[in-house]
C-alpha cells in the first residue's frame, strides 16, 4: 500500500539555523513528491515538487527538498530558519491519488 | 484571483442535521478534491472528481455524497451529521492529475454536537 510518513510530529530550531524536516515514502514505482505549508486558520499552500531529473529540488521562501530514490525519501530543508516559518508542513506523494503525510509542526525560536 | 472559495467557515450542527459544504474554484481545473483533516492525523481523501458530472469515493466516503454538475463547483453533502464528522474540511483543485500541485481553499471548520 502506498504511504507517507512524518516521523517527527514537531521540529524545534533556533532562528538563523537550518531546519530539516524529514519525509519518507512507500510507493511501488515513481512518484510525485511534494510538500506544502499550513498556516493557522488556512488551507495548505505549495511549497515545492520533485517530478523528474536533479535530486535538489528548490521552491518558495528558501525552501529547498533532497529527493533520495535509495532511502525513498524527500526531506526539506532550509538553511537559515525565520520565526515566520514556523508553521506545519506536510509532505505528498501523488501516485495516482495524493497521499499526505501526518504533518510536521516547526517551531522556529527567536 | 479568487482561487478555491469555501463556505461557511465555521458552523455548529446537532447530531441528525443535514448540510452542504460549498467549494467553487475560478481557475477551470479539472480535478477537484474534498478532505478532513483531524488532529494530528493529516488529511484523508474524501471524494474527488476529474470532471464534471463524475465523482469517485477516496480514503473515508461514508456518511458523505457529492455532486460536479459544473466545473466550477463541487458540494459536499452531510445527510446525518454525527459527532465523528467533526473536523476541518479542506476543497482543493488541480488542473490535471499527476505532476500538478493542489490548490486548497481555507477550510470549514464544523462541529457536531
Known amino acids: 500500500a502506498q504511504s507517507v510518513a512524518q516521523p517527527e510530529d514537531q521540529v524545534n530550531v533556533a532562528e538563523g539555523n537550518p531546519l530539516t524536516v524529514k519525509c519518507t515514502y512507500s510507493?511501488?514505482?515513481?512518484?510525485?513528491l511534494f510538500w506544502y505549508v499550513q498556516y493557522p486558520n488556512r488551507g495548505l499552500q505549495f511549497l515545492l515538487k520533485y517530478i523528474t531529473g536533479d535530486n535538489l529540488v528548490k521552491g518558495s521562501y528558501g525552501f529547498e527538498a533532497e529527493f533520495n530514490k535509495s532511502q525513498t525519501s524527500f526531506h526539506l530543508k532550509k538553511p537559515s530558519a525565520l520565526v515566520s516559518d514556523s508553521a506545519l508542513y506536510f509532505c505528498?506523494?501523488?501516485?495516482?491519488?495524493?497521499?499526505f503525510g501526518s504533518g510536521t509542526k516547526l517551531n522556529v525560536k527567536p | 484571483n479568487a482561487g478555491v472559495t469555501q463556505t461557511p467557515k465555521f458552523r455548529i450542527l446537532k447530531i441528525g442535521q443535514s448540510m452542504t459544504l460549498q467549494c467553487t474554484q475560478d481557475m477551470n481545473h479539472n480535478y477537484m478534491y474534498w478532505y478532513r483533516q483531524d488532529p494530528g492525523m493529516g488529511l484523508k481523501l474524501i471524494y474527488y472528481?476529474?470532471?464534471?458530472?463524475?465523482?469517485d469515493k477516496g480514503e473515508v466516503p461514508n456518511g458523505y455524497n457529492v455532486s460536479r454538475s459544473t466545473t466550477e463547483d463541487f458540494p459536499l453533502r452531510l445527510e446525518l451529521a454525527a459527532p465523528s464528522q467533526t473536523s476541518v474540511y479542506f476543497c482543493a483543485s488541480t488542473d490535471q492529475g499527476g505532476n500538478q500541485p493542489q490548490h486548497f481553499g481555507d477550510g470549514t471548520r464544523l462541529s457536531i454536537l
Open positions: 505528498a506523494v501523488d501516485f495516482n491519488k495524493f497521499y
Open positions: 472528481s476529474v470532471g464534471a458530472g463524475i465523482t
Open positions: 510507493v511501488s514505482g515513481n512518484p510525485y
